[in-house]
């Protein structure tokens, strides 16, 4: 980032620093919306207008585009996937999963004309994993759960009454393996899908588990993915004559299906072209590709599929790059040469960036955006640098993304390099260019969270609706006037900070100690290979890699809040709480089978807990935040009541009846302050923590 970016940034968070101690000081109407909703920094500025005007949020968007905030997680959101508008009225309906504890979905419908925190009604609940939501050729809302495909009238006095269940058994959460092994949580159960208009269904089986990997050496094809019930696979549905699959009664049957394509991981992005089945349209995919530890690689995809084609799962990624694991397997039989020279193999029509997790897409038709028409919108869902925005491609005439020559670069957030070129194992690679309609959307300390997009719709004005499952909300893209706002610059913990506490923990003999019984005993063991390195390399001593692990841990946004280990992803995904999911894959059941692993848990609570030396406080219950201070007195931003905090003095010597703390959780902080002084916060709001 050049120091001009950099600067603009500056000016504009002290904007909005300005903006919240406005609102703060009693400037700001009393019925002024709180200051900050999952996350997000909430000004003086909205987005749309009348009543469908809502509190505007700093993302980094195109020109000519901004985004409101709908709802948030104090509308009692938790885990929301989907949307999609009910036809002929100003209503939605929101697949809210709830988390990952199997039956806590609900689907939702949202008056967004409602007043603030009465725009959600529930229509149904206690549902297996919610998230496909599709308005078939019948007009009818068609919804999804791990195992069943539905219909219902979401504006029915009694929505439940108005169930009537199409499908009802495909492979869900629970599945049982070709050779007879039982799967409690299958990797991928979710159920995306897609209608034609014929009312044909395609539905994504996602593959249970990442590579499909059995012991070596692998001589045979992934038995799962084989068969008439393959799973990483597309599955057809056709109606019967009429287009119209009838309900079905108890002790019937589900309606026969084939397998459309093969070789798919997980298919949770799917869009058919408006002009699908007729020939030469398209029907396209967004391909989570499996988890190698390496930043870039191996990209996503955009496939064009075709019936009766092999896309390459496990067996192949990228282009044509081969997984090492089945190499003995494309030596012969019906899957040899597959990535390179077999006829059943369809590469990809385009890559998209590693590990950008692509979880929603559709081609845009509407009057608001006549710049995008017929455009074909992917929204990234991922965490790691290249994911977190939402994509735009050019089409052809029959909805394909037009590839370029190589080289063709994409954004990578927050990086030295802040862009990098189409690559596999051959070199550079020809792919279809993209502009991003939200480009920025990392974490900005007090103005947003990272942004984590997954389902979206286009409604009925041309306006773009999206769900951000990790924070909770609903965000409506509308036109806007004037320049894009200045980029807000990356924010994340600074290698300094990251130096000071690694050298808390190994100056602590206890810190130190679990620090190693971490790495050995989880890192090393169940981590490593799935997401990345962890800077572990060879040659490294003991003590090195403890270092390398640790430093890794605390650069992740958002996985490490030191002296509070309940508000760190690092918790919640190796306990699976809340909307996180289990980590790592079958984790569920390490406690029981692996001797030590619930000591291990404990083990990582500790060394966040005790990472820097101090008494751990908690935010004393009352008004909703607390303000803090830095050595100046200048307003450094606001703690949520029941936030944990490290006072390193009780007593502040320079700030009678303040209390000094070390570092509050980073979202908190207005990007105005810096770390070199502490901070300082009222002794009356702070309590010892139980």
Excluded at 139 to 154: G, H, N
Excluded at 208 to 220: L, N, Y
Excluded at 227 to 248: E, Q, Y
Excluded at 369 to 379: A, N, S, Y
């Amino acid at each position: 980032m050049n120091q001009f970016t950099f600067e603009i940034g500056r000016r504009n968070l002290r904007l909005l620093a300005g903006v919240l101690t406005a609102a703060l000081l009693g400037l700001a109407p009393a019925s002024s919306e709180p200051v900050r909703k999952s996350g997000y920094a909430i000004g003086t500025e909205s987005c749309g207008s009348g009543d469908l005007a809502f509190p505007r949020i700093e993302i980094d968007m195109k020109a000519g585009f901004c985004a409101g905030l709908v709802a948030s997680e104090q509308d009692r959101l938790k885990f929301p996937r989907s949307i999609v508008q009910v036809p002929g009225h100003d209503l939605f309906v929101v697949a809210d999963m709830g988390g990952w504890g199997h039956a806590d979905g609900r689907l939702l419908l949202l008056d967004p004309h409602a007043p603030h925190g009465q725009r959600f009604k529930e229509l149904l609940t206690g549902l297996e994993y919610p998230f496909g939501l599709v308005i078939g050729p019948d007009k009818k809302l068609y919804a999804s759960t791990a195992e069943t495909i539905f219909r219902f009238d979401p504006l029915a006095d009694n929505p439940r009454s108005t169930v009537e269940t199409i499908i009802r058994h495909m492979p869900g959460r629970r599945i049982t393996l070709p050779d007879g092994t039982r799967l409690d949580e299958s990797a991928h159960p979710l159920k995306q899908f897609v209608l034609d208009r014929n009312g044909r269904l395609f539905v994504n089986v996602g593959a249970h588990s990442d590579d499909c990997i059995t012991p070596a050496p692998i001589t045979k094809p992934c038995a799962a993915a084989e068969g008439g019930s393959a799973m990483a696979a597309i599955w057809l549905f056709t109606p019967p004559p009429g287009g119209v699959f009838p309900a079905l009664k108890p002790g019937d049957p589900d309606p026969p299906h084939t397998v459309y394509a093969r070789g798919l991981r997980n298919s949770m992005a799917l869009a058919l072209h408006p002009n699908f089945p007729d020939a030469g349209y398209a029907f396209l995919q967004g391909e989570n590709g499996r988890d190698l530890p390496d930043i870039f690689k191996p990209n996503e995809e955009i496939n064009a599929i075709e019936q009766g084609r092999h896309y390459g799962w496990p067996y192949c990624y990228d282009l044509s790059t081969t997984s090492p694991e089945f190499r003995l397997v494309l030596q012969s039989g019906v899957y040899k040469s597959l990535c390179t020279a077999n006829a059943l193999y369809k590469p990809p029509l385009s890559l998209l960036p590693p590990h950008g997790a692509p979880l929603a897409m559709l081609y845009y038709h509407g009057g608001k955006f006549p710049e995008l028409e017929g455009k074909l919108l992917v929204g990234l869902h991922g965490y790691r640098p290249t994911g977190s925005r939402l994509l735009v491609y050019d089409v052809d005439d029959h909805g394909f993304p037009k590839p370029a020559p190589a080289p063709v670069r994409y954004h990578v957030s927050c990086a030295a390099d802040p862009t990098r070129s189409f690559q596999t194992e051959a070199g550079e690679v020809a792919a279809a260019p993209f502009e991003e309609l939200i480009a920025g959307w990392h974490r900005v300390n007090g103005a947003r969270p990272q942004g984590a997009p997954v389902g979206m719709t286009v409604a009925e004005d041309g306006a773009i609706w999206l769900v951000e499952d990790k924070n909770r909300t609903v965000i409506r893209i509308d036109r806007a006037a004037g320049e894009a706002p200045a980029p807000l610059p990356c924010d994340s913990r600074s290698p300094a900070m990251i130096d000071q506490l690694a050298a808390l923990v190994a100056r602590d003999p206890q810190n130190s100690a679990r620090l190693t019984t971490l790495r050995k005993g989880l890192v090393e063991k169940h981590c490593v290979g799935c997401h990345s390195d962890f800077g572990l390399k060879a040659g490294q001593s003991e003590a090195e890699q403890d270092g390398a692990v640790l430093r890794f841990m605390l650069s992740q946004d958002g996985w490490i809040y030191p002296g509070d280990p309940d508000a760190g992803k690092l918790r919640t995904r190796l306990r699976g709480v809340g909307g996180e999911k289990l980590m790592p894959p079958g984790g569920e059941s390490l406690p029981k089978t692996e001797p030590g692993y619930k000591r291990l848990l404990d083990a990582a609570d500790l060394l966040v807990a005790k990472m820097v030396p101090g008494t751990r406080m908690r935010i004393k219950a009352g008004p909703p935040q607390r303000k803090f201070y830095d050595k100046t007195d200048k307003e450094c931003g606001e703690i949520p009541a029941a936030k944990v905090v490290v006072v390193t003095q009780r007593s502040a010597v320079d700030r009678p009846g303040f209390s000094r703390f070390f570092r509050p959780a980073d979202p908190y902080l207005n990007g105005e302050c810096s770390d070199g002084d502490g901070y300082y916060i009222r002794q009356e709001f702070l309590v010892p923590v139980q």
